[in-house]
Antibody, heavy 112, light 110 residues
Framework: QVQLVQSGAEVKKPGASVKVSCRAS????????MHWVRQAPGQGLEWMGR????????VYAQQFQGRVTMTRDTSITTAYMELSRLTSDDTAVYYC?????WGPGALVTVSS | QTVVTQEPSFSVSPGGTVTLTCGLT?????????PSWYQQTPGQAPRTLIY???TRSSGVPDRFSGSILGNKAALTITGAQADDESDYYC??????????FGGGTKLTVL
């Protein structure tokens, strides 16, 4: 069965960067896009971008261009999402999503 | 900038039928947008209900169905139950690898 296991909660200071991981199992990692979606407290879902694990090609939502980097390590079937220049507005739960399968989410809190 | 629209809130009586919609601020939604629907209860990760307009995700009861109604995507819940009370989000594929979520609909069952 498809499983997505994400890294734990993080607390970061404004201006720092955060890197969230998503370890996939139960399917061929390189056969499916991996998307990243975030949800700020009390807010809706926001699509951030996706990575093609086979090639490493990425597509990012316009509002994150220049600040987000999605990568993958096929040897350990893990996708990563790094967000830089964090502000309090980036406080959110970050989800990795493969088709209809969602990871449990990773809470990132940005606070001075 | 393309915005995906959803009703902010909706209510349905237990046992009733409700249709939530997902539209665009400009243009019509078609199957080419591969609309998908997600259910989320507080504190939980979203759950995929429907993808590619009308394909139910595994384990989703057939009370949930997706379609295109007029110029919008639609999620219909028949025989609403108390535990259907959730937030519902749609997402559309805009092309070139880009997807966008709607703002969500808070469904109350009462």
């Amino acid at each position: 069965q498809v499983q997505l296991v994400q890294s734990g909660a993080e607390v970061k200071k404004p201006g720092a960067s955060v890197k969230v991981s998503c370890r996939a199992s139960g399917y061929t990692f390189t056969d499916h896009y991996m998307h990243w979606v975030r949800q700020a407290p009390g807010q809706g879902l926001e699509w951030m971008g996706r990575i093609t694990p086979n090639s490493g090609d990425t597509v990012y939502a316009q509002q994150f261009q220049g600040r987000v980097t999605m990568t993958r390590d096929t040897s350990i079937t893990t996708a990563y999402m790094e967000l830089s220049r964090l502000t309090s507005d980036d406080t959110a739960v970050y989800y990795c999503v493969r088709d209809q399968y969602w990871g449990p989410g990773a809470l990132v809190t940005v606070s001075s | 900038q393309t915005v995906v629209t959803q009703e902010p809130s909706f209510s349905v009586s237990p046992g009733g039928t409700v249709t939530l919609t997902c539209g665009l601020t400009s243009g019509s939604v078609s199957t080419s947008y591969y609309p998908s629907w997600y259910q989320q209860t507080p504190g939980q990760a979203p759950r995929t209900l429907i993808y590619s307009t009308n394909t139910r995700s595994s384990g989703v009861p057939d009370r949930f169905s997706g379609s295109i109604l007029g110029n919008k995507a639609a999620l219909t819940i028949t025989g609403a139950q108390a535990d259907d009370e959730s937030d519902y989000y749609c997402a559309l594929y805009l092309g070139s690898g880009i997807s966008v979520f709607g703002g969500g609909t808070k469904l109350t069952v009462l």
